[in-house]
């Protein structure tokens, strides 16, 4: 956190997200390299051999333009591939095919809330490139193992919106949602299926225009979870704040988190666009993309994350909060509709409120990957017949005891625990102890 508040934050995130088309971006080998033996999915051109020619993926291109879509971009009619070249042991031809100034997807943005925030982020652009093999390190020496070499890749880059790392993890778990809504890739951080590099510099608040950027940025690498981003941020921030203070000039440079270490260290200078020579790729035509395919692919594009959620609220009564949770996933918001829809077609359980439904499903924690819609409604329907009180009977003596009790209300949201535990026995002698305590404290704090 910055201390003295003379200074503003100032973030850009790159993010990589590997798509699991069937097969690579230029090639037909197959794109699944995760736990596969080494060096037994390539060929020719994904190890850059001499005279090997690359072909698009259709698929790959068409989900880069998917997402880019899905986060409002506009998409020009003509795009390009180009080389960026740099020498890495894991990059067998020396370069990577990626897009410089003519990118699939541009000017997009992605709304982020939480709690007080809810601010737009600018999308700068969505590109598609390949990704590079792997080096392994032994004691031995390195090996590369070339089986991610060519994997579709699509980088997504903000403009320098971001003034926190709370900032940037909740647009980092809102990219990944809405990634995983449209099926196109895992966006797995542990398995590396989705990589993010923030860039960081600060700049003395009031000083120039709001768009007038620091002269340097500082990149941080090796990062692979949410928590780490927060950490690795706000750690750069509080180095580069005492160092300004100093009066010391901050180096343009690609530093590490180290976990260990609960640190940045410094890895190498940062490139710049002319370091890396980009040059047009030769053997790619350009692409043009007529309106009409634009149009079919903006049609498949599913019910997004905030369009869900405000459905859930309005067509099944639910409250933001509970909303939200429900359509965390794909997953989970397809298995309450489906038990939803379950009920409704049953004589059964046909009596079962959607809203009990959503409390079963958040309270119990219920393994929706183990539980079959039936065993839902039928486990509701036992546990209503044995406590004689149905979760609409107990919501409402829980919401009539919030109204009555505005004082320890207010206490408990001031911080006093024990102001919880008093509605819980106020709750429980109303139902003359025919509820559960602990599914009451749950309830009671999410109405709260
Ligand atoms: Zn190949
Ligand atoms: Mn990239």
Redesign the pocket.
């Known amino acids: 956190m910055l201390n003295n508040q003379k200074y503003i934050a100032i973030i850009g995130l790159e993010v990589h997200v590997e798509l699991k088309t069937a097969?690579?971006m230029?090639?037909?080998?197959p794109a699944d390299y995760f736990g596969h033996e080494p060096n037994t999915?390539?060929?020719?051109?994904?190890?850059g051999l001499p005279g090997a020619l690359p072909v698009p993926n259709k698929k790959a291109v068409e989900w880069c333009i998917l997402l880019g879509l899905a986060l409002g971009c506009q998409i020009p009619e003509l795009s390009k591939f180009d080389r960026k070249n740099y020498f890495y042991p894991d990059l067998p031809k020396g370069y990577q095919i990626s897009q410089y100034d003519m990118p699939f997807c541009v000017n997009g943005e992605l709304r982020v809330k939480s709690g007080e925030m809810d601010k737009k982020i600018r999308i700068r652009r969505v590109h598609m490139e390949e990704d590079t093999g792997k080096l392994i390190h032994t004691t031995d020496g390195t090996l590369v193992d070339f089986n991610r070499?060519?994997v579709p890749l699509v980088e997504i880059v903000t403009e320098p919106d971001i003034h926190s790392g709370e900032e940037a993890k909740i647009y980092l778990q809102k990219l990944q949602q809405i990634v995983r809504y449209l099926g196109i890739s895992d966006a797995d951080m542990e398995k590396g299926s989705m990589r993010l590099e923030p860039n960081i510099s600060l700049k003395l608040k009031g000083l120039g225009s709001d768009t007038q950027l620091p002269d340097y940025k500082v990149e941080v690498k090796n990062i692979n979870s949410f928590k780490f981003v927060e950490k690795a941020i706000n750690f750069e921030i509080e180095r580069q704040e005492s160092l300004l203070i100093k009066g010391e000039k901050i180096t343009q440079e690609t530093r590490g988190w180290s976990e260990q270490k609960g640190e940045t260290l410094p890895q190498r200078s940062k490139e710049e666009a002319k370091d890396y020579r980009y040059f047009p790729e030769p053997d790619i035509p350009p692409i043009k993309l007529e309106k009409t395919q634009i149009l079919e692919i903006k049609n498949q594009i599913p019910e997004l994350p905030d369009a869900k959620l405000v459905r859930f609220m309005k067509e099944y009564g639910l409250g933001e909060y509970d909303a939200n949770i429900l359509t965390t996933s794909l997953q989970a918001a397809d298995f309450y509709e489906e038990s939803i829809k379950y009920s409704a077609s049953s004589i059964k359980y046909k009596n079962t409120q959607p809203k009990t439904i959503a409390n079963w499903i958040i309270n119990k924690k219920v393994d929706i990957e183990r539980t079959s819609p039936e065993e839902l409604l039928e486990a509701i329907q036992q546990k209503n017949n044995m406590s004689g009180i149905t979760d609409e009977e107990l919501e409402k003596i829980i919401e009539k005891v919030i109204q009555d009790n505005a004082k320890a209300v207010t206490d408990y949201k001031s911080g006093k625990e024990q102001a919880l535990m008093f509605l819980v026995g106020q709750v429980l002698r109303e139902t003359k102890g025919k509820a559960d305590p602990a599914q009451i404290k749950n309830k009671l704090s999410s109405l709260i």
């Open positions: 097969s690579k230029f090639c037909g080998c999915h390539c060929c020719p051109v994904c190890l070499s060519g």
